[in-house]
C-alpha cells in the first residue's frame, strides 16, 4: 500500500492519493463523455448523473495516460479562470478606494482602511470551511457555486458606488462579501489536488495557486482603464463591479459544462483537529503570516500609499485612460512565489525564509530612510523589491512544513508512521494558509492605527521591520540552529 498525502501550493488541504481501497483518498477527473476507460490495475470509471466520476485514480498510469491527464487539464483550466475571478473581487477594493473621492465619496482615512482590509478579515475566515466543501458538494458542483456567489460583491460593488449618499456601513458590509473570493481560492485549490497524481500535482497546483495570484494584479491593472476609458476626465466607478459580471457567469457556465465531481475526493476534519496540537503548526503560521501575510497585505494598501505619498503617480495618463502602477507589486510578488520553492530545495527553507526576512526588514527600512527624498521611483523599486522577498518567502515557508511535520512533530517523536505525518502536514498546510490570510487585514490596520496616532505611516513600518526581524529569529532558533541535532537537517 502505497499513500502520498500532499498539499496544495497555496492553501494547503489536505488530500489522499492512495492505492488502498480502505483508504478513499484517490486523486481523480472524469471525461464529460459516456463509457468508461479501463487499466489493468483498477476498475474501470464510471460516470455518473451529475458529472459525478467513480473509482478515479491518478496514480495509476495506465488510467492516467489513456483518459485522465486529459480530464484532469480540462478541470484545471476552468479551475485556474474561477479562481483568477476570486482573487479579482478578493482585491477590487483596494483599487476602488483610492478612486472614491473623484466619485464624490468623502470617506475618512480610517474607514478607507476598514473598506481595504475587510474583505481580506472575511476571506481569511472562510478559507477554512471553503476548504470542506469539495469533499462535501463535489469540486464541480462548488466551483459553481462559489463563482456566482461572486455576483453578490461585483454587483453590490457597482451598486453602491453609484450613489455618494451610500452609508458607510452598507459599503463595508459590500467590502466584506469580496472576501468570497479569498474563500475560493481554498475550495479551488483543494479540488484540483484531488485529480491529479503526486509526480505532477506540484506543477498542477502551481498553475492554479499562480493564475489565482495574478487576479489582484489584473484587477488592478484594468480597473482604472476601465473606469476612466469612456469617462472623459471623470470616473465611471459602478464599471469596477459591473465589468467583471460577464466574466463571472462564464465561468460558472464552465464549470457546470466541463468540470467533474470526484467520489474519491474526501475531507480529513480529524487531521486538521491533530494538526492544531502540533506547536509547529503555529509557529509556522507566525511565519507565514510574515511572508503571505505580507503579499496580501501590501498589495491591499499599495495603491493607497502609492496616492499618499505620490499622488501625482497614483494615476498615470495614457492617452484617454488611466493606468495605476500599483500592479506591479502583486505581480512581482506571484511570479517570485514559485521561484522561492525552487531556491529552497536547493538552499533548504528555513535558509531562505531567513534570508527573505532579512531582505523585508532592510528593504522596508531603506524605504523609510528615503521617503524624505520624495523620489517615487525609487519607492517603487523599493516596494517592488519587498513584494519580490514576500513571494520568495511564501515559497520557502511552504517547502518547510512537510519536513517539519515528518522529522520533529510531536507525533513523528511518539513514532507515527510517515502515514501520519504527511496526514498532520497536509492538514497544517490548509490552516497555516488561513491564518496567514488574516495579513491582509492586520497590515492595512497597523498603517490606519498609526496614522491616526501620530499622522504618519512610518511607526507601523517600523513595527513591520521589528516584526521581520522576530520572525527572522523565531526561524532560526527552532529550524536552523540545532536542525543537525533534531535531525531536520536541510529544512
Not at 480502505?22 to 472524469?30: H, I, K, R, T, Y
Not at 454587483?155 to 463595508?172: D, Q
Not at 481560492?185 to 489565482?212: C, D, H, Q, V
Request: net charge positive.
Amino acid at each position: 500500500m502505497t499513500v502520498d498525502r500532499s498539499a496544495d501550493a497555496g492553501t494547503g488541504n489536505s488530500v489522499d492519493i492512495d492505492t488502498d481501497p480502505l483508504l478513499e483518498g484517490v486523486s481523480s477527473s472524469a471525461s464529460a463523455q459516456p463509457g468508461s476507460t479501463r487499466t489493468t490495475d483498477a476498475p474501470a470509471l464510471e460516470f455518473r448523473p451529475g458529472r459525478w466520476i467513480a473509482n478515479w485514480n491518478a496514480e495509476n498510469k495506465e488510467q492516467w495516460e489513456s483518459a485522465g491527464r486529459a480530464i484532469a487539464r480540462r478541470n484545471l483550466n476552468w479551475s485556474i479562470f474561477a479562481e483568477f475571478l476570486g482573487f479579482v473581487v478578493w482585491q477590487l477594493w483596494s483599487i476602488v478606494v483610492v478612486q472614491l473621492p473623484a466619485a464624490g465619496f468623502t470617506f475618512s482615512t480610517s474607514e478607507i482602511f476598514w473598506l481595504i482590509s475587510m474583505p481580506s478579515l472575511v476571506g481569511a475566515t472562510l478559507r477554512i470551511p471553503y476548504t470542506f466543501m469539495v469533499p462535501r458538494f463535489g469540486g464541480r458542483n462548488w466551483t459553481i457555486v462559489s463563482a456566482l456567489l461572486l455576483l453578490i460583491p461585483a454587483i453590490g460593488l457597482g451598486l453602491c458606488v453609484s450613489n455618494p449618499e451610500t452609508p458607510f456601513g452598507v459599503m463595508l458590509l459590500v467590502a466584506a462579501l469580496a472576501g468570497f473570493g479569498g474563500g475560493n481560492f481554498a475550495s479551488s485549490m483543494a479540488n484540483i489536488t484531488f485529480f491529479y497524481p503526486a509526480r505532477e500535482k506540484g506543477w498542477a497546483l502551481g498553475l492554479n495557486a499562480a493564475g489565482g495570484n495574478m487576479g489582484a494584479a489584473v484587477a488592478q491593472l484594468a480597473v482604472p482603464i476601465v473606469i476612466t476609458l469612456l469617462a472623459v476626465g471623470s470616473v465611471n466607478l459602478p464599471l469596477a463591479g459591473w465589468m467583471w459580471v460577464p466574466f463571472i457567469l462564464i465561468a460558472a457556465f464552465g464549470a457546470w459544462k466541463y468540470m467533474d465531481n470526484l467520489t474519491s475526493a474526501k475531507g480529513d476534519v480529524a487531521g486538521s483537529v491533530a494538526a492544531l496540537k502540533e506547536p509547529h503548526l503555529w509557529i509556522m503560521a507566525l511565519l507565514y503570516i510574515g511572508t503571505f501575510g505580507s503579499f496580501i497585505g501590501f498589495a491591499g494598501v499599495f495603491p493607497k500609499l502609492i496616492k499618499d505619498y505620490f499622488p501625482a503617480f497614483s494615476s498615470i495618463g495614457v492617452g484617454t485612460v488611466a493606468l495605476s502602477l500599483a500592479f506591479l507589486g502583486p505581480l512581482v510578488g506571484s511570479l517570485a512565489r514559485p521561484y522561492g520553492g525552487r531556491m529552497a530545495d536547493r538552499m533548504g527553507g528555513a535558509r531562505m525564509t531567513v534570508a527573505a526576512f532579512a531582505s523585508m526588514a532592510v528593504i522596508t527600512l531603506t524605504m523609510i530612510w528615503t521617503l524624505p527624498l520624495k523620489n517615487f521611483w525609487l519607492f517603487l523599486v523599493l516596494f517592488l523589491m519587498l513584494f519580490t522577498a514576500s513571494g520568495f518567502g511564501n515559497g520557502a515557508t511552504y517547502r518547510m512544513i512537510p519536513i517539519i511535520f515528518a522529522t520533529n512533530s510531536r507525533a513523528a517523536r511518539k513514532g507515527a508512521s510517515s502515514v501520519q505525518t504527511q496526514r498532520l502536514a497536509s492538514s497544517a498546510l490548509g490552516l497555516i494558509s488561513a491564518i496567514g490570510a488574516y495579513g491582509g487585514f492586520v497590515i492595512p490596520q497597523m498603517l490606519n492605527a498609526s496614522n491616526t496616532a501620530s499622522g504618519s505611516y512610518t511607526p507601523a513600518f517600523y513595527g513591520f521591520v521589528g516584526a521581520y526581524v522576530l520572525m527572522l529569529a523565531v526561524c532560526w532558533f527552532f529550524y536552523i540552529r540545532n536542525a543537525n541535532r533534531n535531525a531536520m537537517g536541510h529544512v
